[in-house]
């Protein structure tokens, strides 16, 4: 089965990465779709994030990809038969806006596999490492 696994990933961090490791293990292709987000305004568009996450992981993880995408995540699923989406979720407040989405998807035909983070991994956010970046 093909898993996609979506996020505006700006950055890319070690959580996103240690999810997309643990999802190769579940599913024979893994998708990493950095996807435009209208909530977000981030400092490149989705191909460079994309770029850098291609970067960023393993070469021998031959069953990873990197797309870029601009529409709905179902929308990609389904042009492109990908049967799951897979979401990381560090705490209880992305559990409940994850489920949100994951009940919309499910209503479109795409059901979302759950992640939890690893605890060392938890406190890391996009939105932390952009902060310290500064």
């Known amino acids: 089965m093909r898993a996609v696994y979506p996020g505006s ?6 959580g996103h990465l240690n ?5 190769r293990d579940l599913f024979d292709e893994v998708v ?7 909530d977000k305004h981030p400092g490149t568009d989705e191909e460079e994030r994309a770029a850098a996450v291609r970067a960023i992981l393993p070469v021998e993880w031959t069953s990873v990809t990197v797309a870029a ?6 929308t990609y699923c389904r042009h492109h038969e990908v049967g799951v989406i897979v ?3 560090r705490n209880t407040t ?6 949100q989405l994951a009940a919309m998807n499910q209503s479109l035909g795409v059901p979302t596999v759950f992640l939890p983070a690893q605890p060392e991994l938890a406190a890391v956010s996009s939105t932390a490492v952009r902060t310290l970046g500064k």
Do not use: I, K
């Not at 992305?94 to 489920?99: I, K, P, S, V």
């Open 9 to 14: 990933f700006d950055p890319f961090t070690p």
């Open 69 to 74: 995408w601009s529409g709905l995540t179902s």
């Open 94 to 99: 992305d559990l409940r806006t994850e489920y």
């Open 32 to 38: 990493v779709l950095v996807a435009v987000n209208s």
């Open 87 to 89: 979401r990381g979720v």
């Open 19 to 23: 999810v997309v490791n643990r999802a």
